[in-house]
């Protein structure tokens, strides 16, 4: 059977550091699809649709890594797509609070699902969402925080 995994999140925008976990999660599993989560209650600097844009460019070629949003529940979400785990990436302790009660969450409602979780390496600990998306905002230079094949400035205002 095909090992599938959800690597769900908002990726506004989407990191080194997520980059990093899908490149690391690919020799795991045979396919690993990126799940942009839409939640309308979160105001986003970038709109879905070009949050889906982004993450495509960073993989375009890689044909086990597809792009996605959704709505409603991750575990919804994995059962409609027949997969088995869910990604997520750990930076710190912080991090594990906040995750180990959505792995047990998500574990309850959907105890087939297994939650995976790989520590991001060292040099992207640091490197989280809400600080990218504020350096952007303010008209900083993110661009060692987002991939390499990302250019911000061809995607703000979208
Ligand atoms: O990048 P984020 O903001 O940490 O991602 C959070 C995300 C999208 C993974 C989480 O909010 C989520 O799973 N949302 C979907 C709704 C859901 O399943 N909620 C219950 C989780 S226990």
């Known amino acids: 059977m095909e090992r599938t995994a959800v690597f769900p999140g908002s990726f506004d925008p989407f990191t080194v550091g997520h980059e990093s976990i899908v490149r690391r999660a690919l020799p795991l599993f045979d396919r690993v699809i990126i799940a942009v989560g839409e939640n309308s209650d979160k105001k986003t600097l970038f709109s879905v649709e070009t949050r889906i844009r982004m993450i495509s460019k960073v993989f375009e070629g890689e044909s086990r890594v597809e792009v996605t949003s959704f709505s409603g529940l991750t575990v919804d979400f994995c ?62 230079d993110a661009s060692a925080f987002v991939p390499s094949s990302i250019n911000i400035s061809d995607y703000l205002g979208r």
Not at 90 to 106: K, P
């Open 79 to 140: 059962r409609k797509n027949k997969a088995r785990y869910i990604v997520r990436g750990l930076r710190t302790s912080a991090d594990f609070e906040y995750e180990r009660a959505m792995g047990h969450m998500n574990w309850k409602m959907a105890p087939e699902i297994d939650t995976v979780f790989l520590l991001t390496s060292t040099e992207h600990t640091p490197v989280n969402s809400t600080i990218v998306r504020d350096i952007i905002k303010n008209g900083g």
